[in-house]
């Protein structure tokens, strides 16, 4: 008997959300589900959506794995989701225009000044200014795991440019192509205007000069870029220019893209880039990808850059613990979406105590992603516990420890059929005028068994979800 | 005191580039140690971009050039009444919280020798004596010597080789000052050259120490003083970098030759 809330049984009985799905995988024979996984793969491979992954050489086009059991969720679950996700939203937001203003919930005492000042992610070039509509972070990738059946926890908080939204419109359409009586059978909530809604996001936080219809811009480092495939496949579904630093120019006050009609303005700049590239006038003077002059346009209201710069000092992983706090502080309202409760190693006490159940946790870089540079403690030998311990007290203020996760699993397709494995979710929240998102979001699988990392970098994959309609 | 200032920047590209962007912190400073009566900024072709006060409260304005073009001047020229505020940034408004100025970055990170002067400030009577003290020490270990360090160079290796340029001075000590606890920026302005027959640097930079009671006040090793009346603070930043009066990019594979002339003097009132 498993300890992990396993989302499509629950004492030998299919949940309600599942029952679409059961006689459907059921029934499958063996060839077709082969034939059909074949056939995902390769019209995965036909448009190029491919990851490269980071430090592990090897293939750097190789596909992310799809799994075609779909992940399901209720309208009750995912309205309360919601709910808690547009909260998260803005009470990031709110946070980020407090403290490149007046710094309230730090005056307050509610956060460490260091936390937030001293932040590598702290931008004091923007400071007090407040970018259209008070929106720092225009896209909020919020990643969600679940141990129960009405619990639910975020993990992490994505500020900056969250990736992984095309996996989640491609899954949706592979599975429409491969199985379109599933989608006849079951009420889902479609999700194919998350194009038009990121569009109207980033058109609505134009710059008051903007006086006509925004002109919006995808800015990408280039095709070497592990995501380009997503920039390139977001431009092309939002009827927008996919651009590099090289095809835009500052003239005057303004910004502008070099057309074959000659120069065109451009109002809005969905960048694909961190902070540190963005403007060699501003951050590394050394950098080819970003625009020269381009800060000194945004802070004075010529163009409007998403997300902000500076948005990531909000989602800094020391910086996650404060999120509840934030929430109180600003909307006055309790979170709906639980913290995992979290120990910074860089508070003494909280260090005794990672340092004492090393092998029982999951410690992470504070500015880490994907997956690199983690403990799993309880997944971990003797020997890879103590050297982390050791990287843990080199720099203690590096890292933060949270208790290991019972992630709930769903039934994946497996070589021996069908099994569970661990899931994730990852949603996407548009901040703009409104506060909205598709229904769900990217579901990701850990599809080695027992796995609890479902990073793409270190074997997870990608599933479609399902919202199914009231 | 009544000071003018004539600040020329030259650049001349022995190929003709397709463009110039600039970003330029040119402007005094408002705080009551200085009133601006008059001050003009030009660019030779130059289209004026983006301007506003930023949240240090430095003046920034942007511009741009459209090329080609192969010679452009920068020509900074005006008068500022000043008043010897003892080094103290009274009035200037502000939104940046000092504690962001405990950032380090390359050019300012501590090496052991910097930590050790840092030990001045943390075992001083109080926070002003130790930054006075500092202030001396680092004077002490930097000996004028233009031409001797680089603009790359970092507070570790001047203070390491002992001799260095204003930038050197304030460099190392914002970074002996920022280990010490207290939030320390750099500062770019001008000072006025010679009639003390001293051999001062027009085009100047020192830096300023925030003290916790007072706010932010300025120490110059160079000078192994506090600005007074012959100072004029531009802008201010982590690093010389960061503080750059002129920041700028040309489009284009011509090579720069710089050259900058900058007079300050005393008028009469």
Redesign the interface.
Known sequence: MTPYFNEMFQNNAVRPPYAGLEGWSADMPADIRLAKQAEAEALFRRIGITFAVYGEGGDPDRLIPFDMFPRVFTANEWAKLERGIKQRARALNSFLVDV????EI?RAGLIP??LV??N?A?E??????IPPKGVYSHIVGIDIVRTGPSDFYVLEDNCRTPSGVSYMLESREMMMRMFPDLFRENRIEPIDSYPDKLRRTLASVAPAKCDREPTVVILTPGHFNSAYYEHSFLADLMGVELVEGQDL?????FVYMRTTEGPKRVDVIYRRLDDDYID???FR?DSMLGV??L???Y????VSICSAPGAGVADDKAVYTYVPEMIRFYLGEEPILKNVPTWKCGDASDLKYVSENLADLVVKEVHGSGGYGMLVGPKSTKQQVEDFRALIMADPNNYIAQPTLALSTTPTFVEEGIAPRHVDLRPYCLVGERIELVPGGLTRVALREGSLVVNSSQGGGVKDTWVLAE | MLLSVEHVTMYRYDRPVRGVVQSHRLTPSKFDGQQTLDWSVTMTGGTLGSAFRDGAGDWVQGWTVAGPVDEIEVRVSGRVLTTDLAGVLRGHKELVPPQAYLRDTEATEADAALLELAQIVLTAESPLSGCHNLCDAISDAIVYRPGSTKPRTTAAQALAQGEGVCQDHAQALISAARAGGIPARYVSGYLQSGQDGMDHEAAHAWGELYIAGIGWIGFDPANRCCPDDRYIRIGSGLDAQDAAPIRGISRGSGSEILSVTVAVQTQEQ
Request: aromatic residues 14%; hydrophobic residues 30%.
């Open positions: 490149y203003g007046r710094g730090v000044a260091k000042y001293q590598d702290y004091k070039s923007v400071c007090g200014f120019f500052v003239d005057g006050a060699p006038l501003c003077p020269a002059g800060m000194d346009v802070r004075s209201g010529g």
